[in-house]
């Protein structure tokens, strides 16, 4: 049985940085691409990052662009989400999502597994 399971989430004062982390398991080698999702209250869900298979090709929102770094560890089924220099804007939950596509955006309504979601809050 495919499952995502975030950590890391927390609070970090704004310029910081925080890494999150996606324990996976149960999913073929057929599309196990993986990314990041995040969502507000009263926004739709939106794509940040997604890495594919082999860890060579990574795609990132514009928001990501710069800041945030997207990493696998295939040995221990891992992804990670390094985020640094955290802004305002950036608080929201995090999931874990698969499928996804690291070449272009990939709408939410396309991925077919989600993990619970970690809470990530920027605050002085």
């Known amino acids: 049985q495919e499952r995502l399971v975030e950590s890391g989430g927390g609070l970090v004062q704004p310029g910081g940085s925080l890494t999150l982390s996606c324990a996976t398991s149960?999913?073929?080698?057929?599309?196990?691409?993986i990314g990041w999702f995040r969502q507000v209250p009263g926004k739709e869900r939106e794509e940040v990052s997604c890495i594919n298979a082999d860890g060579v090709s990574r795609f990132y929102s514009d928001s990501a662009k710069g800041r945030f770094t997207i990493s696998r560890d295939k040995d221990k089924n891992l992804v990670h989400l390094e985020m640094n220099n955290l802004k305002p804007e950036d608080p929201a939950v995090y999931y874990c999502?698969?499928?996804?596509?690291?070449?272009?955006?990939?709408?939410?309504?396309?991925?077919?597994?989600w993990g619970r979601g970690t809470q990530v809050t920027v605050s002085s």
């Open positions: 999502a698969g499928p996804c596509s690291s070449w272009y955006p990939w709408d939410a309504s396309e991925v077919a597994y």
């Open positions: 149960g999913f073929t080698p057929d599309w196990d691409a």
